[in-house]
Each structure stands twice: as C-alpha cells, then as structure tokens.
C-alpha cells in the first residue's frame, strides 16, 4: 500500500491553449497529488476538458509545462500519455459501437499473443474481472451497440480501470448513471485512492463533489480561479458566488396544471419492455417518472415517440387519437423529445449552434436535411441568451463546443419546437448551475403556456422539485403516481427496487 505523499505525480505549471477566437486555457496550474482525488469546477465552455486533453496528449499547448514527479515531460499523443500512466475517461464516449464489451475494454491494448495473434481469452478474462470489480453485470462478448447509454459509460470506466494507471481522468463520468452505479463507481475510486492512485474528476452535481472528492479547482473563463482545499462550505459559497443566489433555492417551481388533459395514454406496451403503461398528462403539468436506471424509463419515452412501435395500447393528444408508426407523426401530432443520448441523437455536427437550434421548428419536419433559416433566429438567439450559451457558440460548429454547450444546443431546439407534450429525459445533466436555473424556468414558462412535461430525472431532488406528480417506474411499467410532498428520496429508490406499492393509490 502507498501513502499520500508531499510530491505532486503530476504538476502543471501556467499552461496556455488557446482555439480560434477563444483562450481556452490561460495560463493553468494543477497539481495531482498520488492518493487524492482531485475536483475540477467551473461552468461550461471555461476549459475543463481542454485541460484534459492537454493531460491526455490529445491537445498539445501552447506554452506552460507539464511535469510527471518532477519531471518535464512532452505529451504528445494519447498513447504516449498512456505509456506515462494517464488514463481517461472522456466526456464524449470513445467506445466503438461494433466492438464486444470486452474489445473496447482493451480498445488500444488488446493483449497477444507469441506471434502477434490477439489473445481473446485473456482479454475476455480480465475484461470480466475488472467489470466484476465495479460490479458491472454484463456479457463481455455482448456487442456494445446492443446496450443502454449507461451500460456504455460504464464501459468506457472499465476501459479507464482496466489499464491500471497511475493517473486517472474522468470527465463527467455520471451522466449517465443511476443513483447505484455513482455509488459503486465513488466505491472502486475510493479504494484507488487508498491504492495511490491519483484522480482527476469532473462533475457539475455538487452532491457529488462534496461527497467524493479531496480537494478542488475552480475554473472560469479558462483560468484558475480557485485552488485546492475544500469543504463542502467552501464549495456552497462558490457556487452561490457563480449563480448569484443561495444554493439551496435552486427550484423556482410554478404550478400551472390545468383541467384540460393533454396526453391520455392508455395500457401501451412496446418490444422494449414497457408492459401496460397508463398515466393522463394535464395540460401545464409537469409529471415526473422515478425510478431506477433500467427500470424502463426512457422506454416508455421511446414508445410515446413512436421510435419503438406500440405492441398494444393506445394514445391520445388533446382527445385525438394517434397513429404513431415513428418520430415524424410523433412531431407532427405536438410531441417532442428530449434524449438523454443527445451526443449522438441530437446534433447535426457541421452546422453551427444557432441551425442546430432552428432545425427542430422548421416547417417541414421531413426535409430534415435542409436547413433554410430564417424567422426562429432571434428566438434561437433569445433562448441562447437565457440558456446561458457561450458568447460565440451560437456560430461555432457544434464539433467545437464544450460538452455542456452542446447540451443546451439540443435543448433549446426542443424548446423553440412548440411542442404540446415535450418529453424530457435527463434534462440537465451535464450542463452548470447557472444553466439549469435556466431550463427550469424554461420549464415553468412552457408549462404556463399550457405545454404539457414528461420529466425523467436521477436527480431526486430535480424530480421532487419540478414535478406536480411523480410515477414510479419498475420494470418497464408504473406502479405508483403520488404527489412529490407524499414522497421522500427514499421512496423513491425504495419504491423503484422493492414492492411497497399500496392500494388505491394506482396509476391515475
Ligand atoms: N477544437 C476546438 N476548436 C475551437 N474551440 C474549441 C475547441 N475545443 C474547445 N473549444 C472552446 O474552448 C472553450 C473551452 O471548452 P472546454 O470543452 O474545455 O469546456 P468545459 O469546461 O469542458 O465545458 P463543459 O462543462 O461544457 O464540458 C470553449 O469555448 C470551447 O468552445
Ligand atoms: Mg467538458
């Protein structure tokens, strides 16, 4: 066992980088210390992952060094960067959807044989070990495109996990995840931590930070604005500071439920695993689904929007029955989606952020393709605004944008949609403080205007929050729709595990 030193593994010293029209880093020092995991801070676009990919040997800097015990190194390509002990879990997924669980595991490493033959059985070998390790139940020959958004992040951990480096980066590891997987993910970084590794984790939930990491760093306009340090005070003042407002007043939540119902869904079922599902959506009202990650959430959303077809049940908008063979009808009858895979669902990658915005209200949903725009720019501009965008992200190329600018790319086009029934699957995951406000105001103006919301959220206290009601989701199917006040966070991972549903308090 090693103990925490004095000695920095890694140290960077005043590094610079800068990208066409923006100084992404200005002159960063961190230091990762062996045996401490480390939290790096700050709102989106202000150079967090630019600053692991300069640790990455991704991105190159411009000027500044970087040091490994001391030492002066060039890191100037991911493998080198490997073969110094880095190891990274990227904001954006790196698995190749084609390759088996285990492939990707070893994505770059695949261990061989004499003669340079692949050696399949220890890579399926220790594959399972490491999986074992953070408790991951999954086929190691399953083709990785076949499995969820989270069983993929997972993958993409297990690949970090597995090259046993004495560096390991994570940025956002969690977005996808539910409440147990954070938990046995904290888990194995701690006994890494007690190993001597050290860990460099980004995350904007804060109950996250507080809770794992050992000292932080707050950036902001690529710089450093806070170093080392930290009690979960000190991190509370700092944010109240970036948003202007008390931490724990994060929820302007407006009821606007209205008597006309809006989305009536009765017993549908679908291929994917949503068995009978029933539930009424009033207009104005936001409802929110519970439960664990698998219990069958997003299917349900998947089926509403026609992307799996109905095996049985039936929809109706605003009385009107709906024939839904696919996304196109579900658009045209008013129903909108918002995907918690949005990387790869959401974005046209070469058009910049304000076509991406408009592409959602164009009149003609079939010519997807073909962007003219026009009359929704300065709405596209307005909602930018108050989603807080990067100034000049709205020109950028999508490809160019942080991760969390990205998001709000995809949300704000679901917004200017105009949609009855805006379905919403992990909202604001990934995106900062400040932005979130955002969306929940957004949420109430919509609501107020008489747009009907399916919520889906890990984040219980979003849920508890945001929701006029909460349906609890188990098994591809409701067993519960209770008001949020008749609900704590342990019912609702109670709920969603075990069996405690009560009697007349079925679906309504
Ligand atoms: N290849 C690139 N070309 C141009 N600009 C870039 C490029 N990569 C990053 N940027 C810009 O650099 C700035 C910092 O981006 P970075 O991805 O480091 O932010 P971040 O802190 O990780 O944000 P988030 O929390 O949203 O992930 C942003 O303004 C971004 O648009
Ligand atoms: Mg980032």
Redesign the pocket.
């Given at each position: 066992m090693m103990h925490p030193s004095d000695e920095p593994l890694w140290d960077v010293v005043e590094v610079s980088k800068a990208?066409?029209?923006?100084l992404?880093?200005d002159r960063v020092s961190i230091r990762l210390m062996p045996g401490r995991i480390h939290g790096l801070l700050?709102?989106?676009?202000?150079?967090?992952?630019?600053?692991?990919?300069l640790l990455s040997g991704v991105?190159r800097p411009d000027s500044g060094e970087i040091r490994l015990r001391g030492q002066p190194v060039a890191l100037t390509s991911p493998t080198g960067a490997r073969e110094l002990g880095v190891s990274t879990v990227f904001?954006e997924f790196s698995i190749i959807p084609s390759l088996t669980v285990a492939e990707n595991v070893f994505l770059g490493r695949w261990p061989r044989r004499a003669l340079g033959l692949i050696d399949w059985e220890t890579m399926r070998r220790r594959s399972s070990e490491v999986l074992a390790e953070l408790d991951i139940e999954l086929d190691p020959d399953a083709i990785t495109s076949t499995l969820s958004v989270a069983q993929q992040q997972l993958i993409e951990i297990a690949k970090a996990v597995a090259a046993d480096a004495q560096l390991i980066i994570l940025?956002?590891p969690t977005t996808a995840l539910g409440l147990d997987e954070i938990a046995q993910l904290h888990a194995l970084l701690r006994r890494m931590r007690g190993k001597g590794h050290a860990i460099l984790y980004?995350s904007?939930r804060l109950d996250e930070v507080t809770a794992l990491v050992d000292e932080v760093t707050i950036?902001r306009g690529?710089r450093v604005v806070s170093a080392a340090g930290k009690t979960a005070v000190e991190v509370d003042a700092i944010v109240s500071a970036m948003i202007g407002g008390d931490v724990r007043e994060h929820y302007p939540k407006e009821r606007n439920t209205r008597p006309e119902t809006m989305l009536r869904v009765t017993a549908i079922s679908s291929a994917r695993g949503v068995r009978n599902v029933s539930f009424t959506l009033q207009a104005g009202e936001v409802l929110g689904l519970g439960g664990v990650l698998g219990s069958g959430r997003t299917e349900i959303a998947r089926a509403l929007f026609g992307l799996d077809p109905l095996t049985a049940g039936s929809i109706e908008i605003e009385d009107r029955h709906l024939r839904i063979s696919g996304p196109s009808d579900a658009i045209r009858a008013g129903l909108a989606l918002v995907t918690e895979n949005r990387k790869t669902d959401g974005l046209f990658f070469n058009f910049d952020g304000r076509a991406n915005i408009s592409s959602a209200s164009l009149p003609r949903y079939s010519t997807f393709g073909f962007l003219g725009l026009h009359r929704e720019d300065a709405e596209a501009a307005s909602l930018a605004r108050q989603l807080e965008l990067?100034r000049?992200?709205e020109d950028?190329?999508v490809?160019?944008?942080?991760?969390?600018?990205?998001?709000k790319i995809v949300i704000a086009r679901w917004l200017l949609s105009r949609a009855r029934v805006l379905i919403l699957d992990e909202p604001t995951q990934?995106?900062?403080i400040g932005a979130k406000l955002a969306v929940y105001r957004l949420i109430n103006r919509l609501t107020a205007e008489g747009c009907a919301i399916l919520l889906i959220s890990s984040d219980h206290d979003e849920l508890l929050a945001m929701s006029d009601r909460i349906a609890v989701v188990r098994h591809g199917t409701i067993t519960d729709i209770r008001a949020p006040r008749d609900l704590t966070h342990a019912d609702l991972v109670r709920a969603a595990t075990t069996e405690i549903m009560t009697e007349g308090r079925t679906a309504a």
């Open positions: 990208y066409p029209g923006v992404a880093n700050g709102e989106n676009g202000c150079g967090k992952s630019t600053l692991i990919r991105d904001q940025d956002e980004v904007h950036m690529g990067s000049g992200a950028k190329s490809r160019h944008l942080s991760g969390g600018n990205q998001q990934g995106i900062d």
